[in-house]
């Protein structure tokens, strides 16, 4: 049984940082891509970021220099530092396990998710 377990979310202030994490089981980790999704409401859920298995890394461009992916194969854990937070960074962010088809990655085992909010 795959479980992803996400922890980290809060609430910060405009410019501040937040770091999550996501613990996963089940799964053979250091053979999984990983990434990041998110769901603000109102909103699709986007692909934040993702790393590949030999830590390769791919953002979407709203994050890109502010946000980093990493991942720890001996722990099975996967990290999204979140630098110079903004309130349209709110939102649920959700860790997944997934494969990547051609160089799309399509996620397949998800987390519960966890709530980040960036508000004054």
């Known amino acids: 049984q795959v479980q992803l377990v996400e922890s980290g979310g809060g609430l910060v202030q405009p410019g501040g940082s937040l770091r999550l994490s996501c613990a996963a089981s089940?799964?053979?980790?250091?053979?999984?891509?990983m990434g990041w999704c998110r769901q603000a409401p109102g909103k699709q859920r986007e692909l934040v970021a993702v790393?590949?298995?030999?830590?390769?890394?791919n953002y979407v461009d709203s994050v890109k220099g502010r946000f980093t992916i990493s991942r720890d194969n001996a722990k099975s854990t996967v990290y999204l530092q979140m630098n110079t937070l903004k309130p349209e960074d709110t939102a649920v962010y959700y860790c997944?396990?997934?494969?990547?088809?051609?160089?799309?990655?399509?996620?397949?085992?998800w987390g519960q998710g966890t709530q980040v909010t960036v508000s004054e």
């Open positions: 997944n396990a997934g494969r990547f088809i051609g160089s799309d990655y399509d996620p397949t085992y």
């Open positions: 790393i590949s298995r030999s830590g390769s890394t």
């Open positions: 089940g799964i053979i980790f250091r053979y999984n891509p």
